[in-house]
């Protein structure tokens, strides 16, 4: 990976708009978040707007915590490492300023 700067102004604009159209996501996304906890608030069925119809449910969801389980069984280290891998991963995050 290239850390280097680079004064391409080309690049300046491709940043800066990447940044903004992220910051304008995650505005959204707040935005509908807010939203959806006003209409789940409405109860389950469905509700209907002049376009959209929202269908609230309510439903159960069992989960499994198997690594609880499994450190219970006490494996041996060889074990967990014949069983753990590794990948890489790239991350991006935009910051004003």
């Known amino acids: 990976m290239n850390s280097s700067i680079s004064l391409n102004p080309s690049l300046f604009a ?6 903004a159209i992220d910051a304008e996501i995650k505005r959204l996304e707040k935005q509908l978040e807010t939203l959806k906890g006003d209409i789940k608030k409405l109860g389950n069925g469905e509700h209907t707007g002049f376009t959209f119809t929202a269908k609230v449910s309510e439903s159960t969801r069992s989960t499994t915590d198997w690594q609880a389980i499994a450190l219970k069984l006490n ?23």
């Open 75 to 97: 494996p041996s280290r060889q074990l967990i490492t014949a069983h753990t891998s590794d990948k890489t991963i790239v991350t991006l995050k935009f910051s004003k300023g």
């Open 14 to 19: 491709l940043v800066d708009e990447a940044g």
